[in-house]
């Protein structure tokens, strides 16, 4: 087994100790920001990457374990959240110092972050960083999403999907005035879903009004974590909520949050699209930082017994891996929707090491779930988050879906390192990183 060097929860082999600041770029700024060994331009894009991944985390919780234990009596900020938009103080004080106006959202930094002085930066953060300007953009025509249709899909798919359409009431009725679009992308939107595992796959582009608004910041959270309801549903080993960006993001938009070519698969949950255009910029830095995520995933992995993975944590590593296609040719440039880039990334590899995901595609198409407890899903509407993860916790005493499914998750996180070795060195040649 390789020696890795372990800084935070990435664990780095030698020569990538030289690319930090593209892999682990949290870590970089630390160690850098107050020697001023960064460009503005780097503290910039470092900036907006974290303000989208706290609002994202903002939006769909971002509490302590506490708070996602006991909400709603409980709505608190997360010790890992707090600690990023603290680092986030010490970038825009360094941005102030070199000709970028941040003096309003310095001044709104408070002694002690809650939840509420948390919506307070976000909204401060977003509103400065708005006044950049940014010359190197590709103006992007958005392609337009038709509306989410039930009758679209087969009579007998109706009583499974109807979640999805008491979601689309449910976003109509209490999420419109907060966002500029919501949209059904994935399987569920393109009609090849397979019951019991696709997930729900939703995007949130929240608009300026709502983020100037900490008020309207905190009453979304709530709408939102509420809305998982309906995920779980429908997957009950859901583990994510909705991806979130800024109408703030649209004039220096990064493809790594969400890339635009993935709208012309995805369906409207409101009743028409408004969204047209973007400004992207160049994403290359954020896709390389992306693919040694999922590289550093399995890198962990192999460090742990595979014992360990209950049906929650099995269906995370599966999709993953059904994912990693994705990720490699991102980081290679390419934007290409889920379903077209395993024939594509293929071409790349061995057919021994390209097996894998072989593997677990099949796993996908012949999928074994099970349902949810009665007793879960009745108090899932106050906090469906912990609901339905006591729920996989109860199945898994009676149930061993890596039986049921035919999953070898040691062989498979074992295959999974090479292959995923391998794409990171073909990119770190190719882009030297």
């Known amino acids: ?78 010790v890992e959240n ?37 919506a307070v930066l976000l909204s401060a953060l977003y509103q400065d960083y708005s006044l950049i300007k940014e010359k190197k953009t590709i103006q992007i025509k958005k392609p337009k999403c038709r509306e989410l249709e039930m009758d679209a899909y087969k009579k007998e798919d109706l009583p499974y999907l109807s979640p999805l359409n008491e979601l689309k009431e449910y976003a109509n009725a209490n999420l419109r005035e907060y966002l500029s679009g919501f949209y059904l992308h994935g399987s569920l939107a393109t009609k090849d879903f397979v019951r019991g595992w696709s997930d729900v ?11 100037r608004s900490p008020d309207a910041l905190l009453k979304l959270r709530d709408k939102v974590y509420c809305m998982r309801y309906f995920f779980y549903k429908i997957d009950p080993l859901q583990h994510h909520g ?41 994403f290359m830095h954020e896709a ?21 993975l209950g049906s929650y944590d099995i269906k995370i590593l599966l999709h993953y891996i ?47 779930g099970f349902g949810v407890i009665p007793l879960t899903r009745l108090f899932s509407k106050a906090n469906p988050l912990i609901c339905y993860q006591l729920n996989s916790r109860i199945i898994d005493l009676f149930k061993d879906i890596k039986k049921d499914n035919n999953i070898d998750t040691k062989n ?12 990171w060195e073909k990119i770190k040649n190719e882009r030297k990183v």
């Open 1 to 78: 087994m390789k020696r890795y060097k372990q800084i935070y929860d990435y664990y780095l082999e030698e020569d990538e100790e030289n690319s930090i600041a593209d892999i682990v770029p949290g870590h970089y700024i630390e160690q850098n920001i107050d020697k001023e060994k960064i460009s503005a331009e780097y503290a910039i894009r470092f900036l907006q990457n974290n303000l989208n991944t706290l609002l994202g985390s903002f939006i769909n919780g971002g509490f302590s374990y506490k708070g996602y234990l006991i909400y709603p009596l409980v709505k608190d900020i997360s």
């Open 242 to 282: 909705s991806i979130v960006v800024s109408e703030y993001d649209f004039d220096r938009y990064c493809h790594t949050y969400f890339p635009v070519p993935i709208f012309k698969y995805a369906k409207s949950l409101f009743k028409d699209d408004k969204i047209t255009k973007f400004k992207a910029r160049e």
């Open 82 to 118: 707090i600690m990023k938009v603290k680092l986030l103080k010490k970038v825009v004080v360094f941005l102030n110092d070199n000709g970028y106006d941040f003096s309003s959202s310095i001044k709104k930094y408070p002694e002690k972050i809650s939840s509420s002085t948390f």
């Open 288 to 308: 390389s930082a992306n693919l040694f995520w999922f590289v550093n995933y399995f890198r962990k992995l192999s460090t742990k017994p595979s014992a360990d």
């Open 201 to 211: 796959d939703t995007l949130s582009v929240i608009s300026k009004k709502t983020i």
């Open 322 to 368: 059904t994912l990693f296609p994705t990720m490699y040719l991102q980081a290679k440039g390419t934007l290409v929707y889920k379903k077209f880039s395993f024939d594509i990334a293929r071409k790349d590899f061995e057919r021994d090491k390209w097996k894998v995901i072989d593997a677990a595609g099949s796993i996908r198409s012949k999928w074994k």
């Open 412 to 423: 498979m996180i074992k295959k999974m390192l090479e292959l995923s070795e391998e794409a």
